[in-house]
């Protein structure tokens, strides 16, 4: 997979998670409280600064009630979508 695909991916993960947070009226803060994972670590995971592993987004998705497979098959939609 070339670099510039992968980024694609980060971008639409990053913007994914922060959308969920948001539809669910959860504040990065109250999530931070949530997922024991500091307020400055959402905000990077949310902007792009720092990635996310496959532990953190299991334990993200947990605390926001959504299931990891569903997220990523809204994941890959959102892809698919962007593609086009």
């Known amino acids: 997979m070339k670099d510039k ?11 994914l998670l922060k959308e ?4 669910r009226n959860i ?3 109250k999530l931070s409280i949530i997922t ?7 905000s990077k995971y949310e902007s792009g600064e720092r990635k996310i592993g496959i532990i953190e987004l299991i334990q993200i998705c947990e605390s ?10 809204k994941l890959e939609s959102t892809i698919m979508e962007n593609k086009s």
């Not at 024991?36 to 959402?42: A, H, L, R, T, V």
């Not at 926001?64 to 997220?71: E, G, Q, T, V």
């Open 36 to 42: 024991g994972f500091s307020q400055s670590m959402i």
């Open 64 to 73: 926001l009630n959504i299931k990891c497979s569903d997220f990523i098959k």
């Open 20 to 23: 969920e947070r948001i539809i």
């Open 5 to 15: 695909t992968i980024n694609k991916i980060q971008i639409q993960l990053q913007k």
């Open 27 to 29: 504040s990065q803060e």
